[in-house]
Structure formats: C-alpha cells, structure tokens
C-alpha cells in the first residue's frame, strides 16, 4: 500500500507563495499520477494540478494554472506543488494522492487512489 504525507502548508498574506510537498513511501508500477486536491469549507473537494509521474507531463485547473507549478523529484519519490500570488480564494486543505487512472484526478474520490490527511493552507487578504 502506497502512502502520501502531505507538508509545506501554512499561513501566508496575499501575494505570498508557499511550496508544498507530497512524499510517498514508494513508486510502485502501479502508480501513474499524482494529483494535488483541495477543500474549503462548506465546498467540494477540487482538483488543482496532476502530474504525470512516467513523463512529467502536467495538468491544471484554470482556478491556478500561472500561479501554481507542480513538478517532482523521482530519486526521492516526492511530488511538489509551488504556489505563488496567492489569494484569499486559496485557502483549503490541500491533499495529494498516488492515482493509477487519471479519472480518479478528474473525478476525486479518496475512494480511489491513496490519499495523504492534507496540509493546511491559509491566506490572508
């Protein structure tokens, strides 16, 4: 079973940027995505950005894309999502998960995938 802990997150004011971090506990072959996700309160859960662990290719989500970068470093099976000009509108729980369909990044259900217990990201206006 493939683990994820999420970190980075913290309190930020607007403008500001935050580097947040998912380490898994391995790549294992079965594991082709990972994906970055948030929740706000009283909102669903939203995907923001996946990566391509195979190719690196990426995704995002309009709400950050030019604001936010994810990327990875394979050697040490750890995913990054750098956020930059942040907003008020970005504070959420941030979660990462190791997806093997990119479905279960379009369509997030912690059902699917293995999922970290989030890092918690506040920005301030």
């Known amino acids: 079973q493939v683990r994820v802990v999420e970190s980075g997150g913290g309190s930020v004011q607007a403008g500001g940027s935050l580097r947040l971090s998912c380490e898994a506990s391995?790549?294992?072959?079965?594991?082709?995505?990972i994906g970055w996700f948030r929740q706000a309160p009283g909102k669903e859960r939203e995907e923001i950005a996946c990566?391509?662990?195979?190719?690196?290719?990426?995704v995002y989500a309009d709400s950050v894309r030019g604001r936010f970068t994810i990327s990875q470093d394979s050697a040490k099976s750890t995913v990054y999502l750098q956020m930059d000009s942040l907003k008020p509108e970005d504070t959420a729980m941030y979660y990462c998960?190791?997806?093997?369909?990119?479905?279960?990044?379009?369509?997030?259900?912690?059902?699917?995938?293995?999922w970290g217990q989030g890092t918690q990201v506040t920005v301030s206006s």
């Open positions: 391995e790549y294992t072959s079965s594991i082709k995505y």
């Open positions: 990566i391509d662990v195979r190719g690196g290719s990426t």
């Open positions: 998960a190791a997806l093997t369909k990119l479905r279960d990044y379009i369509e997030p259900d912690p059902r699917n995938g293995n």
